[in-house]
């Protein structure tokens, strides 16, 4: 298994407050994304990293923010929490540009805001 | 209409048959093409990866690109029952393959 550590693993929140998964990785990969997965959606992507402190948007990323300090992790977090954003959460990574197809994702955060 | 459309399905067969999965998507650029396997609760796993139109073979698994149709399908050969699974497509227009997009995913169940 690609070496990625998503925490928590499962949280129930309450709609307004905010919430923090963490994407750790012990590959020194550069790239770093946080996608959402819903049923009749497939996997969207929400925030992307290119480096420490190089974020990036996706499709899906009204209401999420994300912070990269170091190599190792990625910070996906959700400003005020809404029903609309309970999803399982994947974490994924990739060596970059020209390692095409290699990427890989972790076990998923299944997040309920209710 | 979406950029990548899958047959959620289920689709259900008995073990030992050939299975054929497909993905239709709308954006031309798209050049890089990939197949996900995703068991229940868990992350997806790369089964295929492939550059443009073509064949690719792995094992009992087959992946096909048809540009020109904007279709790609993947065929899983001597189906087992470890094959049941979700199998997602996904493509990419640039070789920074981690901005996929994703099919919906299809739910396959191979019966003993």
């Known amino acids: 298994d690609a070496g990625i550590t998503q925490s928590p693993r499962h949280k129930v929140t309450e709609t307004g407050t905010p919430v923090t998964l963490r994407c750790h990785q012990t590959?020194?990969?550069?790239?770093m994304y946080w996608y959402r997965q819903d049923p009749g959606h497939g996997l969207r992507l929400i925030h992307y990293?290119?480096?420490?402190?190089?974020?990036d948007k996706g499709e899906v990323s009204d209401g999420y923010s994300v912070s990269r300090s170091k190599t190792e992790d990625f910070l996906l977090t959700l400003e005020s929490a809404t029903s609309s954003q309970t999803s399982v959460y994947f974490c994924?990574?990739?060596?970059?540009?020209?390692?095409?197809?290699?990427?890989?994702f972790g076990e998923g955060s299944w997040l309920t805001v209710v | 209409q979406k950029e990548v459309e899958q047959d959620p399905g289920p689709l259900s067969v008995p073990e030992g048959a050939i299975v054929s999965l497909n993905c239709t998507y709308s954006?031309?650029?798209?050049?890089?093409f990939m197949w996900y396997r995703q068991y229940s609760r868990k992350g997806p796993e790369l089964l295929m990866y492939?550059?443009?139109?073509g064949n690719k073979e792995d094992g009992r698994f087959t992946a096909q690109v048809d540009k020109s149709s904007k279709y790609i399908s993947l065929f899983i050969r001597d189906s087992q029952p470890s094959d049941s699974a979700t199998y997602l497509c996904?493509?990419?227009?640039?070789?920074?393959?981690?901005?996929?997009?994703f099919g919906q995913g299809t739910t396959l169940q191979v019966k003993p």
């Open positions: 590959e020194n990969h550069r790239y």
């Open positions: 996904a493509m990419s227009l640039s070789s920074n393959t981690g901005k996929l997009i």
């Open positions: 492939t550059y443009s139109s």
């Open positions: 994924a990574i990739s060596p970059g540009v020209g390692r095409e197809g290699t990427i890989y």
């Open positions: 954006n031309s650029a798209f050049q890089y």
């Open positions: 990293s290119y480096g420490v402190k190089d974020t």
